[in-house]
């Protein structure tokens, strides 16, 4: 147990490590692509700690359309451009949102979770679509931003976006893994199967899940706020339910197994999507519905149990 | 004083009464079995000590508080724990997990349920538990595989990790075999007059109530009708008619009850 922790942090430095240098390798459009697949990694690693509470929630763009918006916010009217702290600002100000929508969100459980969650979404997509004041169904630019007082070019600034993208996903992981070692982390397994059991162990289920709910909001608007950034655009597509729902279908294709499942799902998501837009840019949804109706048959806990099998296998 | 004291305990379903006017007083270190049959209010009794159910009436002093109205997790951080007549374990988590969960959640503030679950200190206690309660053989297989009297061995061991003062024990033995009956209730009583444990437990088996309690409350329509040692209750003829179901052993004093 000890070892397999070790392995995981040891991994996880490995692959900050790995993801820059190849930075130094990659093309423009692959950097992008990175930063969207581990924008989008954030998001999920969070729906990973709802999944094993056994929740699902359908909303999660809300936090993810919230941290877009307060990176373009900032910059528009605080003229705020440091990418760093706009990340910080953008997880702040989900996690203040998650903290406020949890206490009602985390008495729920099941489908009224998942619609709840959903509800909450829709409310902001209408909120800013309605509003002239945010571009309504536009959206609007976000300013160019700078690195540590630096201003790049397009493309050293993708770059550097990817290099922040990579050490913030590494960081989350390292952190949400330490989560899932902890009491608390393993007590989601144990809300999942009793709640009256933790009750009366002493411990408030209520706060188990607020606490990895909120922790959820945060990851998403971390996500959010770097993929303001990378595309300089938000609109109210951000929030839109089949973002949402893009979310889910990565913590499915993933599984949730381990901490980096969702990123690698992430990764495999954005490249199959990538392709299947560009090859067969009608039907490209078919083929990502094809794909999860393969996993779901054939690998119902996700990409990550074939690296199960595989160790499993070997040793 | 009495670690635990009930005055005029009174809950209803719709029309259906549970617990009518349930008084009493239970001393540090008793061993109480609790009989009575189905409906007779024995598990809404417990419910209420631990805060599942309020009562409509009355009180319930633990050690020098007043607990009525209490939740489940704020009775337990007091010191009384219970079990489930069905076991209420982790079905997904190991044996080991299950007892480590239990003993990680001690005190359940956030800095120590920030702690890892896995450390040295916390896998020694559990350790301990699963000796005393004889599931050493079982502790890496997930809970959920267990045969059913193993299940209900980690279901009490789990309500015993706090080390409470008072544990209730809902029905340890219902779903067990007859051959393994005896067994579990020995280990479960040995390990907790080890921990010093005071124990209520409610029982069907006679001869369990008759070998492990030094006192028994007989609950009948949701009242108590009897309340001594075991010798003299089970023999009590009231008792033997409206809790065993005994016909005719003293049909006057049977009606005069209702």
């Given at each position: 147990m000890t070892d397999?922790?070790?392995?995981?942090?040891?991994?996880?430095?490995?692959?900050?490590?790995?993801l820059g240098l190849l930075g130094f390798v990659l093309p423009g459009w692959?950097?992008?692509?990175?930063?969207?697949?581990?924008?989008?990694?954030?998001?999920?690693?969070?729906?990973?700690?709802?999944?094993?509470?056994?929740?699902?929630?359908?909303?999660?763009?809300?936090y993810f359309g919230i941290g877009g918006y307060t990176v373009g916010l900032a910059g528009l009217w605080w003229g705020l451009h440091d990418a760093l702290a706009l990340t910080a600002l953008g997880t702040l100000a989900a996690t203040a949102i998650a903290a406020l929508l949890g206490l009602l969100i985390a008495r729920y459980r099941e489908i009224f979770f998942a619609m709840l969650s959903l509800a909450f979404s829709m409310i902001l997509y209408g909120l800013l679509v309605k509003s002239d004041l945010l571009g309504s169904s536009d959206g609007f630019g976000v300013p160019p931003v700078s690195f540590a007082g630096m201003a790049l070019s397009p493309a050293h600034g993708t770059l550097a976006l990817y290099a922040l993208a990579a050490v913030v996903a590494c960081g989350a992981a390292l952190l949400v893994h330490r989560?899932?070692?902890?009491?608390?982390?393993?007590?989601?397994?144990?809300?999942?199967?009793?709640?009256?059991?933790?009750?009366?162990?002493?411990?408030s289920v209520f706060q188990v899940i607020y606490a990895q709910y909120v922790a959820a909001g945060a990851l998403a608007g971390a996500g959010g706020a770097i993929t303001a950034m990378a595309v300089g655009h938000v609109d109210p597509a951000l929030v839109y339910w089949t973002v949402s729902g893009e979310f889910v279908f990565i913590t499915i294709l993933a599984g949730t197994g381990h901490v980096a499942a969702p990123f690698l799902g992430a990764l495999l998501f954005e490249v199959?999507?990538?392709?299947?837009m560009q090859y067969a840019p009608f039907t490209w949804q078919l083929i990502l519905g094809v794909v999860l109706l393969l996993l779901i048959l054939f690998l119902p806990n996700g990409l990550w149990s074939l690296a199960r099998r595989w160790r499993g296998g070997e040793a | 004083m009495p670690l635990l004291q009930t005055i005029g305990l009174t809950r209803h379903f719709g029309s259906v009464v549970a617990a009518r006017n349930v008084s009493l007083r239970v001393a540090r270190d008793e061993v109480v079995g609790i009989i009575g049959a189905n409906g007779a209010g024995k598990t809404t009794f417990v419910n209420m000590v631990t805060g599942y159910l309020t009562p409509e009436r009355g009180h319930i002093r633990f050690a020098d508080r007043d607990i009525t109205g209490l939740r489940p997790r704020q009775i337990t951080r007091l010191g009384i724990c219970r079990s489930f007549q069905v076991p209420q374990v982790f079905p997904s988590a190991s044996v080991r997990d299950?007892?480590?969960?239990?003993?990680?959640?001690?005190?359940?503030?956030?800095?120590?349920?920030?702690?890892?679950l896995h450390r040295p200190a916390l896998q020694?206690?559990?350790?301990?538990?699963?000796?005393?309660?004889?599931?050493?053989?079982?502790r890496s297989q997930a809970a959920g595989l267990l045969p059913q009297g193993m299940r209900k061995l980690l279901d009490i061991a789990m309500a015993a990790a706090r080390k409470p003062r008072l544990l209730l024990l809902d029905e340890p033995t219902s779903g067990v075999s007859v051959a393994e009956k005896h067994d579990i209730m020995d280990i479960v009583m040995a390990a907790l007059r080890e921990e010093g444990v005071t124990v209520l437990f409610v029982e069907h088996d006679m001869d369990i109530v008759a070998r492990h309690a030094q006192r028994v409350l007989a609950f009948y329509d949701g009242g108590i009708i009897a309340d001594d040692a075991p010798g003299t209750v089970l023999q009590d003829p009231t008792v033997r008619e409206l809790v065993?179901?005994?016909?005719?052993?003293?049909?006057?004093?049977?009606?005069?009850e209702r």
């Open positions: 397999g922790h070790n392995h995981t942090n040891k991994g996880l430095l490995l692959a900050l490590v790995v692959a950097a992008f692509l990175g930063i969207v697949a581990l924008s989008k990694g954030l998001v999920v690693l969070g729906l990973l700690l709802l999944w094993r509470l056994g929740l699902v929630s359908f909303g999660q763009a809300l989560l899932l070692r902890a009491t608390l982390g393993h007590l989601a397994g144990a809300v999942r199967d009793s709640e009256l059991r933790v009750e009366y162990l002493g411990v199959v999507r990538s392709f299947a | 299950n007892l480590l969960i239990s003993l990680g959640v001690i005190p359940a503030t956030p800095r120590a349920l920030w702690r890892p020694e206690a559990a350790e301990t538990l699963l000796q005393r309660y004889q599931l050493d053989g079982h065993l179901g005994e016909p005719g052993a003293n049909g006057e004093q049977a009606d005069a």
